[in-house]
Every structure is written in C-alpha cells, then in structure tokens.
C-alpha cells in the first residue's frame, strides 16, 4: 500500500496551499455575501453539565481539538495504507459501496448520487492520492464505512458527555466513518437525531441555519426523495445567483453560521438544525449519532 502512503504525506503537506484552494474556491459559500455568524467554539471537549446546559438540544458547538488526543488524529493520515488494510480485513477485502454525484459535487442520496462498488483501496487512492493542476477535473467520491472493531482503539468515542457515567455509550452500528474528495457538497438539510462529527483528516466547512428559520428555507415536500433537505443551492444563493434569488427570496432573512472543522475537531449539531457541508481537503470524518430523550421536544418544524 505504499501508494498512499508517499503520496498522501506529500499531499498533507501542500493542499492547503495548493490543491484545496483550487478544487474549492469556486464552491465555497462567500462570508461577505451575508452577514454571518459565528458558531461557538470552546476549547477541548466540554464536560457533561456545561453540554446540558447550554447546548443539548439548543445549539451547535464546536469543541476545538477536543480528539486531538484520539490515535485516529494521531496516525490515520500518516499511515492510510495501514488503515486501508485494517478496513479491508474487517469487511472481508471485497469491494464496497462509494457514491458519485451526477454532477460531480452534491451529494444526497436517491436523488443526486449513484452508487457503485470499487475496491477500497481504489477509492482512497481516488480522495487522497492527491493530484496535479487538473485535480478539479478528477471523479468526486463519497465513501461511508463502518465503525469495525479494528479501528476501535484509534477512537475515544465521548460515551460520558452524552450518556454520563453509567449510561452506555453510541451504538457501534449506527457509528461511521465518511471519506470524502475535496470539492465534495452535502446540500442543506437537517437530521432528526443529535449528532457530533469528529474531524480526523483535512477539513471542513459548514454553514448552518437554526429550525427557526424553517420557513425561510424551502423545505422540501414530504414526498421528495430527500425529505429534510431545502430547495435551495445556498452556495450557489449566496454567489448571487439569480434564478435562485428570484425563486427563493425569503433566504435573505435567514441567519446563517459558520464554522471550519480541522483535524481533531468535534461538531455538535442538534436535531432540526440545518446545515450545508463542504469538504475542503480530502477528508476523513467519524459521525456519532444518536437519538433523542423523551422529554426533549420536537421543533414545530417537524409537526
């Protein structure tokens, strides 16, 4: 596997200077287009009163380099050859699923992306074996994978901030982890479930916009293919579009946030937040969902 491993340490080095800023400059969302505001950061991973407090199930966080520590953050992206063959084994070294967008940069499910299956190690090689002056050309892939046992020791997943002391941990099953090509776009949408997003290769943007601004957003209908996405292209909105300004107008009355995920990162988003994503270095990311509590309501936007 040392494909991966040459060039990817190679890559490390240089796509923030050189291939990231050109694979993403024409997508990324502009902060002068609207008056943004900025997600709340802490820094490191915040205990469990201060999360119950001020943001379960009231607002997004981001806890900077709370993972820092994790083996994952540590290692992943020094050796992916190494991690490729752990995941190989783990999944019986058969081809796996990977999506492709139909326009080679927003990703949704049944609607935008077709999936195929390809070896693994083919797909990391495609997101992170880096890439000359026409990488922007190259197939974008989203790839999710299980949380295997094998990578298990590489991750000190936060069971106590959610679940406190003695109160279990995530479901493995419902855990993943999602490589994705720089440029790569999830449109605007919101979950129904609380998440955190660990970043543990390359970077993130996000831009997120709170319930209240559902009717602003042109939700989708319910019988959409991706019920809890907007209508909107906000990047393309944002970039002053006109068709979308004339076909959407109530966005300018949105507020929309911001925040950039680096390596170690963790992101709160709760349930009925919207956000858009885009990936703006090869990345790898670990997403712990789960549900929520009985006595924690749901938004209007959802009844």
Known sequence: MSWVDDDLLAFVQLAAAAGASQTT???MISTTAAATTSVTEVEGLLSLDQFEERFRHKRPVKMRGAARHWGAVQAWAKDM???VGRLEAAMGGGDVAVLVAKDNRHFFKNALC???RRKLSDIFRSIFGGGGDDD????RLYCRLPLVDQ?????DLPNTLVFGPDGGGFKQANCGMWASAAGNITPLH???CHGFLVQIVGRKRWTL???DDYRLLYPSSSIDPNPLSSQVSIEQWYAGDSSQRARFPKVADAEPYHVDLEPGDIMYTPPFWWHHVETVE???SVLLPWDKRPDEPVHPCAL
Request: glycine share 4%.
């Open 25 to 27: 400059s024409s997508a």
């Open 81 to 83: 050859g190494a991690l």
């Open 114 to 116: 077709v999936e195929e």
């Open 136 to 139: 922007r050309d190259r197939q």
């Open 151 to 155: 990578v298990l020791d590489d991750v």
């Open 190 to 192: 919101y979950d129904l």
């Open 209 to 211: 916009f709170s319930p």
């Open 282 to 284: 090869p990345s790898i």
